[in-house]
């Protein structure tokens, strides 16, 4: 049973940066697709980026292109979201989800507790 602890959020003043990070542990994240979603005050939850499972394509929502990247760590078992350029509309509780379906079919879909987020002078 895969367990996901976000981590490093925190208050940012707009224009820096901050890294958040994702651990595993119970099961090799290895063969997950990794996730980062977001969820600001009164607004549905939107999909960041994302990265595969086995080839690691990335993709990123429109607005984050350029200011943040996803990397995987197999080896350390944590995938990670370098966020540069932040703005005030990047405010936001994070969470990282992995995902996996088997060849049977069989879909294992797991979510962290989330870290907030706070971009604000």
């Known amino acids: 049973h895969l367990q996901l602890v976000e981590s490093g959020g925190g208050l940012v003043q707009p224009g820096g940066s901050l890294r958040l990070s994702c651990a595993a542990s119970?099961?090799?994240?290895?063969?997950?697709?990794i996730g980062w979603f977001r969820q600001a005050p009164g607004k549905e939850q939107e999909g960041v980026a994302c990265?595969?499972?086995?080839?690691?394509?990335?993709y990123y929502k429109d607005s984050v292109k350029g200011r943040f990247t996803i990397s995987r760590d197999n080896a350390k078992n944590t995938v990670d979201l370098e966020m540069n350029s932040l703005k005030p509309e990047d405010t936001a509780v994070y969470y990282c989800n992995a995902e996996k379906t088997l060849s049977s079919g069989t879909k294992y879909d797991y979510w962290g507790q989330g870290t907030q987020v706070t971009v604000s002078s």
């Open positions: 119970g099961d090799t994240l290895d063969g997950y697709a």
């Open positions: 990265i595969g499972s086995s080839d690691n394509t990335t």
